[in-house]
């Protein structure tokens, strides 16, 4: 059962802008997005940001200052928003839930 679903990603020229989305599908109740992590090709799935349950949020060091991690509670909907994109950001993103579920992944794609 799907208990994620992001959106939001596809292709972008070096220096663009993308936001990604995530939130459970209706049918799903009790999941609480809570972070994004990237996987590229070749490479392990990283983290990029994260806001913990007491709202501490965590960044990549790679990521911070680029990418702006952001909640809508009363839509349960977790944002990803990314600036200054760079080929090395090309990647699936995938949303994590609070109790470490995963969604499917969304395609970034960003050409130099």
């Known amino acids: 059962q799907v208990q994620l679903v992001e959106s939001g990603g596809g292709w972008v020229q070096a220096g663009g802008s993308l936001r990604l989305s995530c939130a459970p599908p209706r049918s799903v109740f009790g999941v609480r997005p809570m972070g994004w992590y990237r996987q590229a090709p070749g490479k392990q799935r990283e983290l990029v940001a994260q806001i913990t349950n007491s709202g501490t949020i965590n960044y990549a060091i790679s990521m911070k200052g680029r990418f702006t991690i952001s909640r809508d509670n009363a839509k349960n909907t977790l944002y990803l928003q990314m600036n200054s994109l760079k080929p090395e950001d090309t990647a699936v993103y995938y949303c994590?839930?609070?109790?470490?579920?995963w969604g499917q992944g969304t395609q970034v794609i960003v050409s130099s």
């Open positions: 994590r839930g609070a109790s470490g579920s």
